[in-house]
């Protein structure tokens, strides 16, 4: 059984930056397919970055100030958050499927496995 375990959010000012980390166990082996998405109160859940060995996407609204990346020999995924903004206020999950992201990188019904969030908090 996979298990996503996702850390490092916290609050923050307007400006600021976080970086997020999301350890996986597990039989879950190259190439795989993993996320980020978030969910704010009151909205619907949304993908935030994506990425498989053939490349990465992100959300618009991100683009330019978010940075996914992984470190296979650690099974771990990373989202690095720069220039954070109150709209970035969420739970923010890691997600998981084995093999390519085939159908989309943004897509939450494209994945299998689901973290439990970790909450990210950004004051103006």
């Known amino acids: 059984q996979v298990q996503l375990v996702e850390s490092g959010g916290g609050s923050v000012q307007a400006g600021g930056s976080l970086r997020l980390s999301c350890a996986a166990s597990?039989?879950?082996?190259?190439?795989?397919?993993m996320g980020w998405f978030r969910q704010a109160p009151g909205k619907e859940r949304e993908g935030v970055a994506g990425?498989?060995?053939?490349?990465?996407d992100y959300a618009n609204s991100v683009r330019g100030r978010f940075t996914i990346s992984q470190v296979n020999a650690q099974n771990t995924l990373y989202l690095r958050m720069n220039s954070l903004q109150p709209e970035d206020t969420a739970m923010y999950y890691c997600a998981a499927r084995p093999g390519y992201c085939s159908g989309g990188y943004l897509r939450g019904d494209n994945y299998r496995y689901w973290g439990r969030g970790t909450q990210v908090t950004v004051s103006s």
């Open positions: 597990g039989p879950i082996y190259s190439p795989n397919c």
């Open positions: 990425l498989d060995p053939r490349g990465t």
